[in-house]
């Protein structure tokens, strides 16, 4: 463990991890398989406060930190990364909702979320709009007390499922200062998916694209003020990029102990693989890794949960470093398995495939080396 936790965090992720052992890690292999989104899985989470982690308590969230947050996305991806992440990004639509929706609205959604009565997606993505969100199109039209809304977002997770869409619309003019944020919710009518995409991995959550043609949306849906999106979407992205980050991690860590496992298992040349010390060598590596990664990412959380002025650029630095190193502990950890690693059997190869997308998804590992680099740049220049 990279630092002293206190009484409360090692039960939180002890909790967790009993959680990932019991309910998901046995089944993590044919969800993948069968593309199966376990929606009843994720609402037992739900009963055990894992769906509104950093929700205030007065609307049924669990009011724990990011730090917090991260210890359990990191238990939970031990047993599957995918679920683990899709409840990242559930997390982060509620909290936005919590942090910038009025009395009326954590009122009437949190406590649905809260509990997984409700799931949300959050929908920044464009098919021209990726990398360069605030070059996003869909737009919302004012009519009365309500916006009109068409558009399409893309590759938004949970989408077909969810009941809620936090979504970013074009209300004013080009850039980022001419965004809002809107909650939709998914029975509106002229509101639609795409098919649910076939991908490498992250198989046991959807994937749509969100149509919108003339969806009418109260104008008692904007969370904050018209303008306010663009900065809305960033700051809930902050804690997102974090969790996927701890995602990583626990499925990296799951690889390694599976590659542990199995190298005192198997022979070769009359001993077992962890007889030899170049493997030795190359397991001692990847748990440094993974610990270096861990710190960061534990920092960046606090920096979080402390509001402190860098918190975001420690966000996107953890972010890249514990997706990419993640990634390659796991893959390591494969190839620790020979022929066996690449068996969907042995459950490798599927967190493999799983982490892949955690390299690109809340926002590629090239932008979050775009926010450190301005950080860094800026800061030279005042000196
Ligand atoms: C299986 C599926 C595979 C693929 C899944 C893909 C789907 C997803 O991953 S979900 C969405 C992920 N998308 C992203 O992460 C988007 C990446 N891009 C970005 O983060 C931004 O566009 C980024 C960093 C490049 C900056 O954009 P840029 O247009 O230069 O805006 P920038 O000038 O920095 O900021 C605009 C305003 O927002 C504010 N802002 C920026 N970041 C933050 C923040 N973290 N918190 C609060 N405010 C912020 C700025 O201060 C600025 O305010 P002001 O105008 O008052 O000075």
């Known amino acids: 463990m990279s630092q002293e936790l206190t009484e409360d965090q090692r039960a939180i992720r002890e909790m967790a991890l009993g959680f990932a052992a019991d309910a998901l890690e046995p089944k993590a292999v044919e969800w993948d398989e069968k593309k199966h989104f376990p929606v009843d899985v994720l609402r037992e989470a739900a009963a055990l406060g894992m769906a509104g982690i950093y929700v205030a308590e007065d609307v049924g969230g669990s009011a724990l930190s990011r730090l917090d947050a991260v210890l359990i996305f990191e238990a939970l991806a031990q047993g599957c990364p995918t679920v683990s992440a899709y409840l990242s990004i559930h997390n982060m639509a509620a909290s936005m909702i919590d942090r910038f929706g009025n009395e009326e609205q954590r009122q009437s959604w949190l406590p649905k979320l809260c509990t997984m009565e409700y799931l949300a997606s959050y929908c920044l993505t464009e098919a021209g709009a990726g990398s360069d969100a605030a070059a996003l199109k869909t737009r919302a039209v004012l009519?009365?007390?309500?916006?009109?809304?068409?558009?399409?977002?893309?590759?938004?997770?949970?989408?077909?499922?969810?009941?809620?869409?936090?979504?970013?619309?074009?209300?004013?003019?080009?850039?980022?200062?001419?965004?809002?944020?809107?909650?939709?919710?998914?029975?509106?009518?002229?509101?639609?998916?795409?098919?649910?995409?076939?991908?490498?991995?992250?198989?046991?959550?959807?994937?749509?694209?969100?149509?919108?043609?003339?969806?009418?949306?109260?104008?008692?849906?904007?969370?904050?003020?018209e303008g306010d999106g663009f900065k809305l979407a960033m700051a809930g992205l902050d804690g997102g990029r974090i969790n996927i980050g701890a995602c990583s991690l626990g499925g990296a860590q799951a690889a390694l102990d599976k590659a542990v496992r199995y190298m005192g298992e198997r022979k070769a040349f009359n001993r077992s693989l962890d007889q030899f010390q170049a493997l030795?060598?190359?397991?001692?590596?990847?748990?440094?890794?993974?610990?270096?990664?861990?710190s960061l990412l534990y920092r960046a959380a606090s920096k979080l949960d402390a509001k402190a002025p860098d918190a975001t650029t420690f966000c996107a630095m953890a972010k890249r470093f514990a997706t990419d190193t993640g990634y390659s502990v796991a893959d390591a950890a494969l190839q620790l398995h020979g022929g066996y690693g690449y068996l969907a059997d042995y459950g490798i190869e599927k967190i493999v495939r799983d982490l892949r997308v955690h390299q690109i998804l809340e926002g590629t590992n090239e932008i979050m080396r775009l926010i450190v680099s301005r950080s860094v740049f800026s800061e030279g220049n005042r000196s």
């Open 143 to 225: 009519d009365g007390d309500h916006y009109v809304v068409n558009g399409a977002k893309q590759f938004i997770s949970g989408a077909g499922a969810s009941h809620l869409y936090v979504t970013m619309v074009r209300t004013g003019g080009d850039g980022p200062g001419g965004i809002s944020t809107l909650v939709i919710p998914a029975d509106s009518p002229g509101l639609s998916f795409g098919a649910n995409e076939r991908k490498m991995g992250w198989n046991a959550q959807p994937t749509r694209a969100v149509l919108f043609d003339d969806v009418r949306v109260p104008v008692a849906n904007r969370l904050g003020n």
């Open 280 to 294: 030795q060598f190359r397991v001692a590596d990847m748990a440094t890794e993974l610990e270096a990664a861990r």
